[in-house]
């Protein structure tokens, strides 16, 4: 009997990869950080399995359609806007995300992200390394308390709720927006539901949580900005697409806002002319949430775990 046949679209560790290899022919890209040609994903879809995938490889309906064999796509993420759900249930193909295990170093590195912009830590590490440190002086590169100033955290899923846990800990008022208000949430955290216009208008630090949809895209727009304090920090860790960049970049340019700190962008990755890069109260990052060594290896696992339950016939931990 044939073997399945299972992609993977990054050189991984071999080694996490052992019961797969146990009863699959297992193929790696052999580049960790270049993505997979879209001609070689296409080509290897036709045979596979199963799929591998991260956030920059596209499993479109052009992709399943010509993938007669597929079972099973594990995406290295939770998010899953590269792929097309609607077609992948169509051809029977179960797709599954990794929800949860990247939680907490994800809140760790939303944290730390807004205390980067607000602290202007980026701007310090690049004064002393140019050699600009001649003296000290009252308010050289003073920034801004985050300790009891107030957090609205837009998108209060899982990681919403665990940067709000950290918040909870600096003292700050925690204000959230959902589409669905969740009062044990706010029991549970001591934080106050906000229409999204009020969260703006009220927040110092203005935290986007919120997967991308048709209702969230460019969510953050001119308006939304126009309305923030002109002291307040708006942080990204979310989607790109949830804001609309050149209204950011203009709020910038009209100092509307006190500076940002963004994890993701629009079109990635981002080259070093991009213009929100000119601006020093940007702290800029590509796209690391979640990775610690320790949760992207998990990630990986969990991966490699709904493939070997797909190929086995049980059912997948994390089905989308």
Known sequence: MKRPYVF??????????TPLMEIADVKMWDSESEPVPREMLMK????ATALLTMLS?????????????????????????NIDIQAATKKGVTVCNTPDVLTETTADLTFALMLATARRITEAQEFVKEGHWKSWSPFLLAGADVHQKTIGIVGMGK???AVARRASGFGMEILYHNRNRDMETEQELGAAYRSFEQLLEESDYVVCLTPLTVDTRHLFNHDAFTRMKNSAFFI???????????????????NEIAGAGLDVFYEEPIGSDHPLLRFPQV????????????????????CRDNI?????????????
């Open 8 to 17: 993977i679209t990054r050189k991984l560790k071999e080694e996490v990869f």
């Open 44 to 47: 290897e879809a036709k045979k």
């Open 57 to 81: 490889d596209k499993v479109d309906e052009e992709l399943l359609e010509q993938a007669p064999n597929l079972k099973v796509v594990a995406n290295l993420a939770v998010g899953y806007d």
């Open 159 to 161: 990681i919403g709720q």
């Open 236 to 254: 990204n860790v979310g989607r790109g697409q949830v804001v609309d960049e050149e209204a950011l970049i203009a709020a910038l340019n009209h």
């Open 283 to 302: 702290v800029a990052i590509p796209h690391i949430g979640s990775a610690s060594v320790e949760t992207r290896t998990t990630m990986i696992k969990l």
């Open 308 to 320: 070997v339950a797909v190929l086995q016939g049980n059912q997948v931990k994390t089905k989308v």
